[in-house]
């Protein structure tokens, strides 16, 4: 449900869009701006967006490359990277490289990944598309493989060793 009062810079929703990359379906999670909230309803935007980004199996931090030189998330915005899940995957994408002559691609920085491109020109989207694919363990000629959220995968894991535990106590019995 939205978040619709009569102040101003709502609503603060989270907006969700659903789309595919050479076949790999994609849900994209673009979430309110994450800051101290100066009212209840930013507060109720933010937790909202965290609760997303808890959930989340890969964060795509966009930013602005004409405002900051730094490359890492943590130097950042370091308040935003201590609060992830340490296990939870960064991409960095760095926007505007059209305007600050950085070069385009793909590089690791410090254990995440770190993308320069220039959304204006689609310079380096590919690489990105690239990224995504590979990142979310996506091969076009999967032959009878599937696709399956982390949360998804750490479940079957646990169903898995539940299983073998109860197979050993009945072949114990």
């Given at each position: 449900a939205?978040?619709?009062t009569d102040t101003a810079g709502t609503p603060r929703d989270v907006l969700r869009e659903h789309i595919h990359i050479d076949g790999m379906p994609l849900h994209i999670i673009d979430t309110a701006g994450l800051r101290e909230a100066s009212d209840e309803v930013e507060r109720i935007g933010i937790e909202r967006a965290w609760q997303e980004i808890e959930q989340a199996d890969r964060v795509l931090f966009m930013v602005?490359?004409?405002?900051?030189?730094?490359?890492?998330?943590?130097?950042?915005?370091?308040?935003?990277?201590?609060?992830?899940?340490?296990?939870?995957?960064?991409?960095?994408?760095?926007?505007?490289?059209?305007?600050?002559?950085?070069?385009?691609?793909?590089?690791?920085?410090?254990?995440?990944?770190?993308?320069?491109?220039?959304?204006?020109?689609?310079?380096?989207?590919?690489?990105?598309?690239?990224?995504?694919?590979?990142?979310?363990?996506?091969?076009?000629?999967?032959?009878?493989?599937?696709?399956?959220?982390?949360?998804?995968?750490?479940?079957l894991e646990l169903a898995a060793t539940h299983l073998q535990q109860g197979k050993a106590q009945l072949l114990g019995a």
């Amino acid at each position: 449900a939205a978040i619709v009062t009569d102040t101003a810079g709502t609503p603060r929703d989270v907006l969700r869009e659903h789309i595919h990359i050479d076949g790999m379906p994609l849900h994209i999670i673009d979430t309110a701006g994450l800051r101290e909230a100066s009212d209840e309803v930013e507060r109720i935007g933010i937790e909202r967006a965290w609760q997303e980004i808890e959930q989340a199996d890969r964060v795509l931090f966009m930013v602005d490359g004409t405002t900051t030189d730094a490359t890492e998330a943590a130097a950042i915005w370091p308040d935003f990277v201590s609060r992830l899940p340490p296990e939870l995957p960064i991409t960095v994408v760095r926007n505007k490289a059209d305007v600050t002559g950085e070069s385009l691609g793909l590089t690791e920085v410090n254990g995440h990944s770190l993308i320069r491109l220039s959304a204006r020109t689609s310079a380096g989207v590919d690489e990105l598309r690239d990224h995504l694919k590979q990142s979310m363990g996506f091969a076009g000629n999967m032959e009878g493989g599937f696709l399956a959220r982390r949360r998804h995968l750490q479940a079957l894991e646990l169903a898995a060793t539940h299983l073998q535990q109860g197979k050993a106590q009945l072949l114990g019995a």
